[in-house]
């Protein structure tokens, strides 16, 4: 039997990662799993968004914490793709990581490996050849590299999760 405790939903908030959201909240409801989101940013953007956090935490962390936690930057960007009622649900974890040199396929691969992921279930954009052999994809090197297996996603070939 299949038995499915952790699920990564890798998102970079394109039509296919929301697609791949939409299999993944559907799979961790069926398993009772707990759905990972994971967004690997550019190195930049990611410290951007860590200069932000610093920013809330300094002016409204103390004054908010008796009423509720302070905001947190991974939960406030990808909280958005799931509804009030699916995050208790799947029990969503949030998850900001920098990608490098290698892209961001390396820190999925990396994330699904630490915490002993059962399931990758991602986003493919389906690309031409032309465009595959310049810039490579990120799922297949996913696939290739996994520690678990992945599901790919193509958007909007197949819909099999229905509202």
């Known amino acids: 039997m299949i038995a499915l405790k952790r699920i990564l939903v890798p998102v970079d908030f394109s039509d296919a990662s929301q697609a791949a959201v939409r299999y993944g909240v559907a799979l961790g409801r069926a398993f009772g799993a707990t759905l990972h989101l994971l967004h690997a940013a550019v190195r930049h953007e990611l410290q951007v968004m860590v200069e932000r956090q610093r920013v809330i935490d300094l002016f409204l962390g103390p004054q908010d914490a008796a009423t509720k936690s302070p905001p947190n930057a991974a939960h406030e960007l990808l909280a958005t793709l799931l509804?009030?009622?699916?995050?208790?649900?799947?029990?969503?974890?949030?998850?900001?990581?920098?990608?490098?040199?290698?892209?961001p396929y390396v820190e999925i691969v990396r994330y699904a490996k630490e915490r002993d992921i059962d399931l990758i279930v991602m986003g493919t954009h389906g690309?031409?050849?032309?465009?595959?052999?310049?810039m490579g994809s990120v799922a297949e090197r996913v696939v290739r590299r996994a520690p678990c297996p992945v599901l790919t996603v193509r958007h909007p070939e197949h819909e099999f999760v229905v509202p």
Request: proline share 3%; no cysteine; charged share 20%.
């Open 83 to 103: 509804t009030a009622e699916e995050q208790p649900a799947v029990r969503a974890e949030y998850v900001l990581r920098a990608s490098g040199l290698g892209g």
């Open 127 to 134: 690309r031409g050849f032309v465009a595959h052999m310049l």
